[in-house]
């Protein structure tokens, strides 16, 4: 049930807590997970109550495993500490109870799934059953076995509103339904959200952009005006008219977008450098394969903005340049990394431009040299975004050959983008040394420019020597 390493960890722990008489207790979802025998992480999150002095008991307990220490919260006497063994990291947190006892404590938290609790001295030494051990004042073994995620308390959302938003993280990260009373309070208290840090906020959505079926507890919370709250940018997409090439309004097709995006990845899975690319975590532990979630949702953001009337038709000309710019407040606000929010732009900015591509009757090896370049470690998203989007357009005016010709250009294109990883790259057939050096120019546009003109003439093959780059920024520099 528990893994060695784990059960090695907890001895430690209670050593330390025996030898001062303290009475510490094992809950939330890693007990609730070990109730449910079938979730097995690389990583634990694992939480600890007792009675009072957590924080001098952290700071002992990390002392002694010669972990990381940080305080969470000094008022509510919260810390973490973060073990890392050769298999495993370990993320801690030890807290005083929220209430005269345990039971008040559990009553806090803040669903009946996760209020469990274990002695664990009384577990480990004095080898009491484990289900016998379970304290479960509020019902939770039940909803376990109804696969329900239930509130507590009615005030659980006034207390923290982050909850609302982990109810459905929850039920997502579970396959639970979330229970007719809660759903009522989430849709009565959705908007105190707005109250809630981007950073707290963040590693919600994310956890539920992290699913393989995101689209569903999405539309789930759109349902119940949660994600209004969190992206009020998204009231102006809602019944926006896109023209006959769509049978949408702009915010269902956003919504319809990542529906496509995880069915394609799924139709994908096999690909193992696809998978190694949606895997790379970005920041922290959050991977590639969420944020362009996030990215498809917000890729027609800024249409709403860009629409206008002309000669009688509805056009968007610039909404990836709008979007990029709503996008970009929207990544701040939740505190992402640079990395990510640059990322999340290139792949609003260009996600028009593989159906650009893909409507050229010859697609050239100029036209694929630029698309690489220009979307760098991006064009496996933007392509993944541009062809979801496309499935998600099923206007009047689409056509199956249309449809057919994006999905061919798309497949070669990440094929191509992998196989180009795996080479080596080409060396420079010139450098600004020997634009100084022999042309005795200066750093400037112009120099950028040859250059820029010289890479992309070898890597089409127009040129393949030094000798053919020096002749040919001769006659270019004949032109200036």
Known sequence: MIDKTTLNLFKKIIRITSKRDIKIYLVGGYLRDLILKNKKRKDL????????????????????????????????????????????TYTLDFTDFRGRDLKADLFKRDFTINAFAIDLEDFLKKGKDFEESIVDPYGGREDLKKETVRLINERGFLEDPLRILRAFSIAGLLDF??????????????????????????????????????????????EEKVLEVIFPQV???????????????????????????????????????????????????????????????????????????????????????IGLEIAEEIAESLKLSNIEIESLKKIILWHLRPGYLADLETLTARAKFRFFRDTGEDAVSVLLVSLADQRATRGPLTTLKDRKQHESLVKNLIK?????KKQKPPKKLLTGYDLINKFKLEPSPLFGKILKEIEELGAIGKIKTKKEALNWVVKFLKTQ
């Open 177 to 222: 339904k979330i229970d007719k009373k809660t759903i009522f309070l989430i849709k009565r208290y959705s908007h105190l959200i707005a109250k809630v840090s981007g950073e707290r906020i963040r590693e919600e959505l994310f956890k539920i952009l992290d699913l393989d079926y995101s689209y569903n507890y999405l539309k789930k919370m759109d």
């Open 416 to 420: 191509e983008y992998f196989k180009k």
């Open 235 to 321: 009231k102006s997409m809602r019944n926006l008219y896109q023209g006959p090439y769509h049978h949408l309004d702009v915010f269902q097709h956003s919504l319809e977008t990542i529906r496509q995006l995880e069915l394609l990845l799924k139709e994908l899975k096999m690909n193992s450098d696809l998978r190694e690319y949606l895997e790379k975590n970005l920041c922290a532990n959050r991977r590639r394969y969420s944020l362009i979630k996030l990215a498809a949702f917000l890729h027609d953001i800024g249409k709403p903005q860009a629409k206008r009337f002309e000669e009688g038709k509805i056009k968007f000309h610039g909404h990836e340049k």
């Open 45 to 88: 999150d694992i939480d600890f109550c007792l009675k009072r002095g957590a924080i001098n008991l952290g700071k002992r307990i990390a002392s002694e495993l010669k972990a990381g220490f940080v305080i969470l919260d000094k008022k509510h006497s919260c810390c973490r500490v973060v073990k890392k063994t050769k298999t495993k």
